[in-house]
């Protein structure tokens, strides 16, 4: 069974860094890629940032283009997502998703990430 | 990387076909035969319904059904039922590890 965990999310003040992670089981972590997508309190479904599965290649949208890095580690089956100079716009509750060819078959339930002061 | 355009929100009573569109540029939906749909309850991680245009995952009923026109995709919802009642959003592959979403559309079952 494939299982997504995302970890890390909490409060943190304007101009403040936070590392999300991201365990998966149940498929072999690097022949996927994976992606993250956030989803401000009650709007709607944002992509974020997305990696290729030997993690060589990776693109942001443009609104953390910058700020955000995404990687992962395939001998821990761990995504992440460095994120830098938060500001109270990337309050949002960020997913961690498997990329099956180009659309996201399995999500996990999200972590809340809180940018205030 | 403008979001896709969807209906805010669309209704129909049990029973009925409801259709959501989601209109994209020539950057995404219309140059992209990857445009998916993901449904999402209350509280709930999204939900993939459709990918690929119109192929749905195992597990999804055969009353969501999915077409594109264009640079405008289509959602079909056919014998509307109680718990379909959620928010749908599309997607667009639009290379090199990009995507865009739709604003979202809330569907009401009355």
């Known amino acids: 069974e494939v299982e997504v965990l995302e970890s890390g999310g909490g409060w943190v003040q304007p101009g403040g860094s936070l590392r999300l992670s991201c365990v998966s089981s149940?498929?072999?972590?690097?022949?996927?890629?994976m992606t993250w997508v956030r989803q401000a309190p009650g709007k709607g479904l944002e992509w974020v940032s997305g990696i290729s599965g030997v993690g060589d290649t990776t693109d942001y949208a443009d609104s953390v283009k910058g700020r955000f890095t995404i990687s992962r580690d395939n001998s821990k089956n761990t995504l992440y997502l460095q994120m830098n100079s938060l500001g109270v716009e990337d309050t949002a509750v960020y997913y961690c998703?498997?990329?099956?060819?180009?659309?996201?078959?399995?999500w996990g339930q999200g972590t809340l990430v809180t940018v205030s002061s | 990387q403008s979001a896709l355009t969807q209906p805010r929100s669309v209704s129909g009573s049990p029973g009925q076909s409801v259709t959501i569109s989601c209109t994209g540029t020539s950057s995404d939906v219309d140059n992209s035969n990857y445009d998916s749909w993901y449904q999402q309850h209350p509280g709930k991680a999204p939900k993939l319904m459709i990918y690929?245009?119109?192929k749905r995952p195992s597990g999804v009923p055969d009353r969501f059904s999915g077409s594109k026109s264009g640079n405008t995709a289509s959602l079909t919802i056919s014998g509307l039922q109680a718990e379909d009642e959620a928010d749908y959003y599309c997607?667009?592959?639009?290379?090199?590890?990009?995507?865009?979403f739709g604003g979202g559309t809330k569907l009401t079952v009355l």
């Open positions: 998703a498997k990329v099956r060819a180009m659309d996201f078959d399995y």
């Open positions: 997607c667009s592959y639009a290379g090199s590890y990009t995507w865009v």
């Open positions: 149940g498929f072999t972590f690097s022949f996927f890629a």
């Open positions: 690929d245009v119109n």
